[in-house]
DNA sequence: TTTATAATCAAATCCAGATTTGATTATTTT
DNA sequence: AAAATAATCAAATCTGGATTTGATTATAAA
């Protein structure tokens, strides 16, 4: 009965990637749905038969930029090694991300203050719109904690580099804000065309941040 | 014959403060001109006496959380101190200003790919928009120009210490690209509400970073 | 080969904001 | 006071998207 889904047409995954580069080119404001559908040589209209609006798809695009970072960071986070190994691998291999797939770089720099505004339908609305709006609600919630899950791998690799002694007494959550903001601001400058490429990058930003920690052993 | 500007007045200062406080909350997508007419009980319409749409005012918002930020760092830049005290000093002033000042925080952050994007008006439009897009045109060219200013103070900085020793032989370039990101960065996360104040801020991340290029002497 | 549903599109609809218009009120200067 | 201009406002206009609608085409499943 259901059609499968074909090879020669366009699939949800698809249109998020499209959407990730024209967010990570133009930010959100400047992004029309007409420019993501341009990407995929499709009508802004049929856009609307994979997501239930604009929000909903941004967030969508987040959700899998957030993911993917997570996948790279998490294994690292979790190995069997020495915080200082594993903190500069992590750093490494966010920058590197960050400067590979667009989507990655949308879901850290994005203006989330706009979608976080998003307000709930009027009172009158239909109630297609209290559904969407309760699921992007939800989705947006499950986003943030992500966000936080993230920012905490770092954060326990930092802790425990301090309790071992491998790292200073410092304040573990402030500097962890230091890294994130060094290493997301990434996603806004980085240039393929420019002069260094993502690993050499990642590994001197790599090198300039842990030294910010390190003990003098 | 001109009515001089009143006390009682709104002028042209207090919008671009006002609009800067929303843009830091919303962004840039959810701030309408009401919004910023609202928080000086004016109406909408009224801030097209001062300014030509919005494009305009936010780039004069940009423009002015620049220059109070390379207003703070300049004379630091400029003391005759070493390296070392210079650029801590430079650190710590700028993200006491983030703290304190949204349009700092603003002009920082800010998803200038927006306003990167503002196309040139029509060829058949009223030459009162081609007047505007040119002068539009113009400061934000000027903007960019005083971006750059603002992070070569930095860099010079960086480059001065290391040719005196008193810095590691790194890569300055992305080593300041790193102290900016971990800088603007707390424009995004900064609460007044939080557990620490700007100040404590400031020092312990002007910490984390100053260990990053100072000699293992 | 029907049948049901997926994927698309062109064109219509809708609407929140930006911007404009045409007064009205206030204040300064002479 | 009269003249000139600044500061405002309420209401109208305009417009670029977002979203909806109603076909149309393609393909998998029976």
Partial sequence: MARKPAEQTVNRDAILLAAAGVLQRHGYAATTMKDIAAQLSLTAGTLYHYFANKD?????????????????????ACADTAPPVKLRSMIAAHITGLTEQPAIGAAMVFELKALAQ??????????????????????????????DDFENLFLKVVKAGITQGDF???????????????????????????????ATIAERMADHLMYGVMSLS
């Fill in 56 to 76: 909903t798809l941004v967030l969508a695009v987040l959700e899998m930029g957030l993911e993917a970072g997570i996948a790279r960071i998490e294994p690292l």
């Fill in 118 to 147: 998003v307000a709930p339908p009027a009172a009158g609305a239909r109630p297609k719109d209290h559904h969407d709006f309760a699921a992007f609600s939800e989705h947006r919630r499950h986003f943030f904690k992500r966000r």
């Fill in 168 to 198: 200073r007494a410092i304040d573990a959550s402030i500097y962890v804000k230091t890294l994130l903001g060094a290493q997301n601001w990434v996603g806004v400058w980085y240039r393929a065309e420019g002069r260094l490429n993502g």
